[in-house]
């Protein structure tokens, strides 16, 4: 065999074998799996609390409204912010976390870490890391990948960079255009368990216009609905 064919011989089992190693995480896109089988990575914790998520934010038209809701209910969350977002609206960063709210990173931009390679996922993830731990003044300790997908290089990233990825146990799916206050409810009420995690949208950033509006409606009700089932709602970093 010549040096040439060699090469392609070799490069025909060895690259399908680095793609599926790059994208062997994405099982844990599956939730019904996640949940049951990486409680870490699913955001687990103690039974009688139930972690509150928002992602895609700071935006300046909608955020304000969540912490309004918020502060009268007199609960805290996580929010996952995106890193060119908050650097664009720093003191919108600074009064989400003035406020008491645990703040994480969802990366730079809200795009796909399955299609990029492990030195464009570890720069996007640093980068919004060390932006958002400039504007309030410690570095976050939380990672969420956009779209919730994992690849080989954003595990390795986030150990690197001392960010903990954590996806979620329940959604509200509000996001679509379709959604409203109380398809946001009942879909998060769906799989709602004590120690889950549910993740919603604080920003139509990545959304239908306007879908934020939904979740501002649904909120009040999903904190009235935990409360009656006796959880304690807060921030990850309370979760246990």
């Not at 996007?124 to 060390?130: I, S």
């Not at 949208?201 to 009700?221: E, K, N, Q, V, Y």
Request: charged residues 20%; aromatic residues 6%.
């Amino acid at each position: 065999m010549t040096p040439t064919r060699l090469l392609r011989a070799t490069a025909c089992v060895v690259l399908p074998a680095l793609a599926a190693a790059h994208a062997a995480p994405v099982a844990s896109t599956f939730g019904p799996l996640r949940n049951r089988v990486m409680p870490r990575l699913s955001g687990r914790g103690r039974g009688d609390h139930v972690a509150l998520t928002f992602d895609d934010g700071p935006d300046p038209l909608s955020t304000p409204l969540f912490l309004k809701v918020l502060a009268e209910r007199q609960v805290h969350a996580t929010f996952f912010l995106l890193g060119r977002e908050a650097h664009q609206r720093p003191g919108l960063v600074r009064e989400i976390a003035s406020a008491g709210h645990e703040i994480a990173v969802h990366g730079w931009l809200h795009r796909p870490l399955l299609l990029r390679g492990p030195r464009a996922t570890y720069d996007d993830l640093a980068r919004a890391r060390d932006t958002v731990g400039d504007l309030v003044g410690r570095a976050p300790a939380l990672f969420r990948p956009p779209y919730g997908v994992m690849s080989t290089a954003a595990h390795l990233a986030a150990r690197r960079l001392r960010l903990t990825p954590v996806l979620w146990t329940c959604w509200g799916e509000d996001w679509t255009a379709r959604a409203t206050p109380q398809s946001v409810h009942r879909t998060v009420v769906r799989d709602l368990r004590g120690g889950g995690t549910i993740l919603l949208h604080d920003s139509d950033c990545t959304s239908a216009p306007g879908a934020w509006r939904s979740t501002l409606g649904a909120l009040p009700r999903l904190l009235d609905t935990c409360g009656r089932s006796g959880y304690d709602v807060g921030p990850l970093r309370d979760h246990g």
